[in-house]
């Protein structure tokens, strides 16, 4: 629990408002809300704009915080896995990240390789598209959000596994992939929330190995098949055993004299 929590005039950030959903999931998962109690704290979460408006919502919930503050840490810890904690570089210097926003007009723009996401980075795509790749980015923080504007245009979020993805943004005669979404996150993985908005458009999010890893599995797959190569053709140069043979193959070819009689 940060001491920021503590102020209940303090405002809340969307990682807070996701974190209380997150609680309330739980609890209607767990029967302990009804869909329309569930549906109301939930446009409640949404709608607050500060840790005081936050706090009410998840404090007759399991694991909640001190009194007045919102029941779930605002700086959720999670266990240490994979190489995310080395991938995840939260601190003052790094939270701008190594880019915030991006702008394709009837053109595009990319986001790629060894890159610094923001905790928040804003990007507008018109009659045009742009990529933002997360395969090998590291993180400003464990929550990032992706704030992407489509008009006549698309815009391509590309996430590594392990990731969690949430998605809320607005389809206007446009739409938001959901596909990627209700993915467990692995220990330690960050969470990706994609919002903004779609008119005449889409904001796709796909879910693809880092480049390293899929030439690792191409390698092994390619030792594998040699390997097997390997193997059929020492079964075919192998001499043929038969035990139950009594003959040798020159007797079986060979026709047997004839006896005098």
């Not at 809340?12 to 609890?27: H, M, N, Q």
């Not at 601190?91 to 996401?117: C, P």
């Not at 804003?122 to 993180?139: K, P, T």
């Not at 949430?166 to 960050?190: K, L, N, Q, Y």
Request: hydrophobic share 35%; proline share 6%; with cysteine.
């Amino acid at each position: 629990m940060t001491d920021d929590a503590a102020v209940p005039d303090l405002r809340a950030s969307d990682a807070d408002r996701e974190r209380v959903a997150d609680i309330l999931r739980d609890a209607l998962a767990e029967g302990r809300l009804d869909m329309e109690e569930f549906g109301e704290r939930l446009d409640a979460t949404y709608s607050a704009r500060t840790y005081g408006e936050l706090a009410p919502i998840t404090r007759d919930l399991p694991d909640r915080g001190s009194p007045g503050v919102a029941a779930v840490s605002l700086t959720k810890d999670l266990e240490p896995g994979n190489d995310w904690g080395n991938r995840i570089v939260g601190d003052s210097d790094s939270e701008a990240g190594t880019s915030t926003w991006a702008v394709a007009v009837m053109s595009g723009f990319q986001r790629k390789g060894h890159w610094t996401a923001p905790r928040r980075f804003n990007c507008f795509a018109f009659w045009g598209g742009g990529e933002i790749d997360l395969r090998e980015a590291y993180f400003a923080d464990r929550e990032i959000v992706i704030n992407a504007v489509a008009i006549m245009g698309g815009v391509d979020v590309i996430v590594p596994p392990g990731v969690e993805v949430v998605v809320r943004g607005i389809g206007i005669m446009g739409g938001f992939d959901h596909s990627e979404e209700g993915v467990p996150r692995e220990p330690g993985a960050p969470r990706v929330i994609v919002t903004g908005l779609a008119f005449w458009g889409g904001v796709g999010v796909q879910r693809k190995l880092p480049r390293a890893e899929k030439q690792r599995l191409r390698e092994e797959r390619r030792r594998e098949k040699l390997e097997r190569k390997g193997e059929r053709r020492r079964g075919l140069t192998a001499p043929l055993h038969d035990p139950l043979n009594l003959h040798t193959s020159r007797e079986r070819h060979e026709p047997h004299p004839r006896e005098d009689r």
